[in-house]
């Protein structure tokens, strides 16, 4: 039997700015309690994969210490690769942690983002690991004092110039991101040949449907959405939709299952089928006309029109219970994929909600007895 052909390059991953700033955290606390400087610090990112991270810098006085990491994107463009991260821990009389936004790190100013306006553009993961790192240092110590953590970003106001925060609401900064910690590239013939490897995974596991999603966190979702389904039957696709689609029809996939998160799903249905933020983005005018579609109120299609995000526009949808508007798009997402491929899939589309769950549903075409 043949060998399977092997990528052409080997592509390098990277780290998150959300992992950065955790290992500068920790870094930082304990150059704190030994008061002198860290040179490497070792930490569990968000996906329990070990790494150990290099201090450029680390200053050290007697109620505070910072410590700085320099972020490697691998081989991905990405508009932070080289930024300076640090983290300024310093003790506070009050029990509790408290992480805030430094120089360099934005603002929240609108809805939408699954942060509360007024919050350092810090997501969900990475706060989470960061005050897991404060956590875990003192876990051994009769600590009664508290911890401030300050994550700044020097000239981090000038690299969110080339994203889309401040349409986003998000001032001053970029934001730290990061579900799993790693930076994987997306736009390579290494990550197609992992899509397309996977396809044949699937198949060779007796999978006559192929579920496609854009990440880890929309695969965990609609793992739970579809338990019918064997693990081999799920394909992160990334960015990578139109190859994807385009490499199960060649391989004689009977049907594929396009399941995520509104934002990406969104663009899909527009007809966009490569859905990396740095070529494209979510149109809020064609999410509203599906809301028109559903013969809602004057007063909600105005305040859908003032979403700043696709997740904004789904909290409205969710919030004045707009029936039918989350199945509409995945039925134009399923005419533009059949489309894509000529009819030679039947799809199928879930929107999964941020916390899991399904709120809409479509499928185009049959699979055959």
Request: with cysteine.
């Amino acid at each position: 039997m043949a060998e399977p052909a092997q990528p052409k390059e080997k592509l390098r991953t990277g780290f998150t700015t959300g992992a950065c700033a955790q290992a500068a955290t920790r870094a930082a606390l304990e150059a704190l309690l030994a008061q002198r400087e860290v040179k490497d610090i070792a930490v569990v990112l968000p996906n329990r994969q070990s790494a150990t991270f290099a201090i450029v810098e680390c200053r050290v006085a007697t109620e505070r210490a910072s410590a700085a990491v320099i972020k490697d994107a691998g081989d991905d463009p990405d508009v932070t690769h080289g930024a300076k991260i640090i983290s300024t821990v310093a003790w506070k009389e009050a029990p509790g942690i408290e992480v805030k936004r430094g120089e360099g790190v934005g603002l929240i100013t609108k809805p939408g983002l699954g942060l509360e306006v007024g919050a350092p553009a810090i997501n969900p993961v990475p706060m989470k690991m960061i005050r897991r790192e404060v956590e875990s240092v003192l876990s051994n110590r009769a600590e009664t004092r508290g911890v401030e953590v300050v994550i700044s970003v020097p000239g981090g106001e000038e690299m969110a110039k080339k994203t889309q925060n401040d349409r986003l609401g998000i001032v001053g900064g970029i934001s730290i991101l990061g579900t799993t910690g790693i930076v994987v590239p997306f736009s390579t013939a290494a990550y197609k040949m992992s899509i397309a490897q996977a396809v044949d995974v699937a198949l060779a596991a007796g999978c006559r449907t192929v579920v496609l999603t854009t990440g880890a966190q929309s695969e965990k979702f609609a793992m739970e959405a579809l338990p019918e389904l064997p693990q081999e039957a799920f394909v992160q696709m990334g960015d990578f939709c139109g190859f994807s689609l385009k490499n199960c029809a060649q391989k004689g996939v009977e049907r594929v299952i396009i399941a995520g998160l509104i934002g990406k799903l969104s663009k899909i249905a527009m007809g966009v089928f490569q859905t990396h933020a740095a070529g494209s983005s979510v149109d809020l005018d064609f999410l509203v006309g599906f809301a028109r579609a559903s013969g809602i109120e004057a007063s909600v299609l105005d305040e859908a029109r003032t979403s700043n995000t696709a997740r904004g526009f789904s909290e409205v949808m969710l919030r004045h219970k707009v029936a039918g508007v989350f199945d509409r798009i995945c039925e134009e997402l399923c005419k533009k994929a059949s489309a894509h491929v000529r009819g030679a899939l039947a799809i199928e589309a879930i929107i999964t909600g941020f916390s899991g769950g399904v709120l809409g549903r479509a499928r185009i075409g049959k699979v055959t007895a």
